[in-house]
């Protein structure tokens, strides 16, 4: 079994910056890919980013300018550097994970971790 642990979130003021933290912890054999979806209250959970196990990236165009996505494999851990954040950032944020375990592909949830955007 795999929980996926998240930190980081919090209240900012507009054009501040928060890193958030996703820990794999468990067992498994390889990550395909780790990312990050986020849910404002009244909306569908949207893509943020994705980062793979050889360690390609992708941002949703929304953030790209402002957000980027990295690993540390030894730690199997993401991170979200989110910079320059404004009200519409204002959401839930879920980590994602999906695993191989003996030769299966396993997909995780994080929990949620709140990130609010407000002077």
């Known amino acids: 079994q795999v929980r996926l642990v998240e930190s980081g979130g919090g209240l900012v003021q507009p054009g501040g910056s928060l890193r958030l933290s996703c820990l794999a912890n468990?067992?498994?054999?390889?990550?395909?890919?780790m990312g990050w979806y986020r849910q404002a209250p009244g909306k569908q959970r949207e893509l943020v980013g994705t980062i793979s196990g050889d360690s390609k990236t992708n941002l949703a165009d929304s953030v790209k300018d402002r957000f980027t996505i990295s690993r540390d494999s030894a730690k199997n851990t993401i991170y979200l550097q989110m910079n320059n954040l404004n009200a519409q950032d204002t959401a839930v944020f879920y980590c994602?994970?999906?695993?191989?375990?003996?030769?299966?592909?396993?997909?995780?949830w994080g929990q949620g971790t709140q990130v609010t955007v407000s002077s």
């Open positions: 994602y994970a999906a695993l191989i375990q003996q030769t299966r592909v396993i997909a995780y």
């Open positions: 468990g067992t498994f054999d390889s990550i395909i890919t």
